[in-house]
């Protein structure tokens, strides 16, 4: 069973909307932050959005201003927001931690370029125009 699990991906319109969830499944784990990137086929990997523990969010410059970033029930349930979709937003889009056991092994920062230590499967994302 993956430490985490993305939902809510589909297909929209250009200029639609998307909410993008993901579980944590903790099972004793924990995390500073999480975060969403994203994969298109053929592309690099994106960061897209991240969170952490001080409420502190960090944005690609290409979804600012159309995607919203929060988590919930103390760091176990991340959400995207995504807002006026265009085409080039079409890719697989992931959900990505760095769990530890306890608070004090947190590494309180976030992850560079959303390189985090787990990630869930996977949701795809399909903008049309």
């Known amino acids: 069973q993956s430490l985490l699990l993305e939902s809510g991906g589909g297909s929209v319109q250009a200029g639609g909307s998307l909410r993008l969830s993901c579980v944590l499944n903790?099972?004793?784990?924990?995390?500073?932050?999480m975060g969403w990137f994203r994969q298109a086929p053929g592309k690099e990997r994106e960061a897209v959005a991240s969170?952490?523990?001080?409420?502190?969010?960090t944005y690609a410059e290409s979804v600012k201003g159309r995607f919203i970033i929060s988590e919930e029930n103390d760091m176990n349930a991340l959400y995207l927001e995504m807002n006026n979709l265009q085409p080039e937003d079409s890719a697989t889009y992931y959900c990505?931690?760095?769990?530890?056991?306890?608070?004090?092994?947190?590494?309180?920062?976030?992850?560079?370029?959303?390189?985090?230590?787990?990630w869930g499967k996977g949701t795809r994302v399909a903008v049309s125009l």
């Open positions: 990505g931690a760095d769990p530890v056991n306890m608070p004090e092994a947190w590494v309180r920062r976030c992850p560079a370029n959303g390189r985090f230590n787990a």
């Open positions: 903790s099972d004793g784990y924990t995390t500073w932050c």
């Open positions: 969170i952490d523990r001080t409420g502190k969010v």
